[in-house]
């Protein structure tokens, strides 16, 4: 025997002599299944890790445990653990000595008889897991061989490279199968319902495409891959030869774990007001996470620590984000909130368990199962109502498109119906007519097309306002189309109402007539119809028979198609406007008269530019007829193509083609030279220009009349602008404005044909009025008819009231001369007198006077 074997034998006689006895303080017996070891349990740790069974059995320093389990909590040291048990006989029962605690990774059992070496029998976990004949268990189960009586004593090395807790118990063979078997089905229970949770969500994530979903399975799938290192499971049969893969899979399960949980909360609640700093708090988590991963390949038991640390931070900020989404009113968040709460106090208590602040017991153990557990149902519950909720609100945004469908659909109807209606009236417009003036032209038979227009209707709306004009213009409506209701000729244009005419514009009325059985004259008919509607507006009873207007086309005779028949109607309106007549029937005549308008408007730009217009000039007489005072400019064109055109018809041309500006700058560049003529022949006579409401509408032009009257030093004093009482209702303000430039600029301002209108009385008051002009209606009738001597003689007190000279248009005889003169009519002109010449006739005539 070496010298080296004598010390040893010395030290363990030494050991034997000096240690203490260990009594037996559990005595196993047959009926019994198990025996908890942990009541006397003694405990020494190995800092080295190279302490020998001799070395252990010499050292004098035991430390009693404090708790019911041995709980070290984090430490990368060994502990031996020392306890008892008597055996009294020889049994037939195979016994092991089982820690459990799932993530111990290596044991060493020595057993000693009456505390003396050498050891009777030795195992290591090792050895199970390699034979594979006791590892049927979910915690180490080292076995004890038969036949072994007596006072034993237990030596237990374990080992763990995360938290090390050392519950030490004595099983039966029989209770380890029946707790292997429990565990089992509780495990299984567990990870079936992760699996079948993956295996839902995964089919709805592939169905739906809800990123939700997707970050929910990968949850699961993580939290699996981390119970499976804490239950026990992933060492009894995915790595039961690699034990410290545990150390690895427990703090990357944890990391993989907290930020899918991140991304899940934030995909799940999709609330928007995450506060800056929850928002910053949850990216910072997840970055801690991933470098959680990251570092537990270098260092794994460092991780394992971390990985506690780090599932305290991030439930805390998913219970916060929760809770501010159920402040936030998302409805889902309540099971959020719960769900993560389970899983904390779950975790709460495994983790108090793991570091040691907490007993061990199976609450404890299984406390993080549990809380997983609630949590993923919880969940999935809260996924479930997101479903319904998600399909509630389809089925409201469905309601709501519906909705909407149907409002675009009434306002497309109600489009419709304002596009085919007449917005004050409402009554069919031109669109409804068309629509049944096409229908007509596709049928066999006559029909008449009748188109209305009272244009004093327009009138009054430029000089009582829009408002009573279209109030009047409705009842006046109203009354036609009552009245249109009664003649079985009258088509009937929208049975809604019923509706027999349409307005094609404001002021105007238009309706059908079918002529198939009609064997009358139409004139007499249609003027009954139209002329008979009287409306009562502010209490004032007032007849539109007056002024009326009336065209009307025949159909297939005036025209084949809708447009047409209405353009030939239109023509035979303005027919009856311009001949007087109340109802004019369309002709050829009329066409004719239509297409030389036409011409005419496109030949007078060329007439003005090769000067074929010429003034011609009507004197005006003082009130006695015996002293020329002035003259009025009246334009004339001798047309070598269409003959004589009347002056009115010339300013209608122009009027209607815009033309009006380059007319009346032609009129005022010729007045100006006729005006130095008259002053060569020394005739220092006033001289009356009209001018158009389109003139006196554009400020610009009236601006460059009176610069060019200075330019060509015209006097200022002999200048009279007449304007027409009409024109003043139209853009009133403007001609106002123009009136009060010229007015300004020394030049007289003369209101023409006073009395045909309607508003002259409002705007006196408002107008630089210098004289008024009495229409010749008036005048040429005065002696034959008392109203309008009435009429003279009443304009005439009012002139002289407001302090305004008069002329008097229309003089054709001596007796009207007379009476003009009498009631104190400043200036007379007619034909009494001379008819308008040109300026050569007109000099010679003024200067034989």
Known sequence: MTEKNWMVLLILAFAMVFSPALSANVVIQGESEHYSLNDELTYTLDPTGQMTLAGVVAKGEWLDKSGRVLNLGFTDSPVWVRTSVQIPETSSEQWYVVVPYPLLEEAELHILRDGGLPSVHRVTSEQVRQSRRHSNGYSISLPIPRGLTGNLDLLLRADSSTSLQVPVELWREDHLLDRYITQSLSWGAYFGLLSALIIYNLFLFLSIRDGAYGYYVLYLASLSFAMLSISGVGNTFIWPQSPTLTLYALPIGTGFLSLWALLFAREFLRWPGFSPRLNRSMKLAAGLATALIVYTLFDPFSGAQLAGLLGILVVTLLIAAGAGGLLAGIAIARYFVLAWTAFALGASVYLLNVFGFLPVNAITNNALAVGSAAEVLLLSFALAHRIKEERAHKISALQLQQDAERQVRELHLKSLEQAMHDSVTRMPNTSLLNHRLKETTQQDGRVALVLVHYPQVKEIASSMGYNLAEEMFRQLVNNFNHALAGPDSIICLETKGPSYLAIPDFGSIAFMMDLEEWDGRLEPFIEQVVGNHDVTVNSIRLPLFMNLHCGVAIYPEHGDTAEVLFQNASAARDSS?????????????????????????????????????????????????????????????????????????????????????????????????????????????????????????????????????????????????????????????????????????????????????????????????????????????????KHNLSIVENTLKLAKTLNLETVAEGVEDAETLEMLHKLGCHRVQGYHFARPMPIGEFCEWALSR
């Open 577 to 785: 406007a311009r001949d007087k007549v109340t109802v004019q029937v369309y002709s050829e005549e009329i066409s004719a008269f239509a297409r030389r308008r036409l011409a005419l408007m496109g030949a007078l730009p060329q007439a003005i530019e090769a000067e074929e217009l010429e003034l011609y000039l009507q004197p005006q007489m003082n009130g006695t007829g015996q002293t020329l005072v002035g003259v009025e400019v009246l334009i004339r064109w001798n047309s070598a193509r269409f003959g004589s055109v009347p002056a009115g018809e010339i300013v209608e041309i122009a009027e209607n083609g815009g033309l009006m500006d380059l007319l009346s700058r032609f009129v005022i560049r010729q007045a100006w030279k006729t005006i130095k003529t008259l002053q060569e022949k020394n005739l220092n006579i006033t001289c009356s220009i009209n001018l158009s409401v389109q003139n006196l509408t554009n400020s610009s032009f009236t601006s460059h009349v009176l610069a060019d009257a200075k330019q060509n030093a015209m006097p200022m004093d002999r200048l009279i602008f007449e304007v027409t009482e009409t024109s003043m209702m139209h853009n009133i303000d403007a001609v106002v404005g123009s009136l009060l430039l010229i007015a300004d600029a020394g030049c007289k301002v003369a209101l023409d044909d006073f009395g045909t209108g309607y508003s002259s009385l409002a705007y006196l008051s408002r107008l630089p009025i210098n004289e008024l002009k009495i229409d010749r209606c008036f005048v040429s009738q005065m002696c034959t008819s």
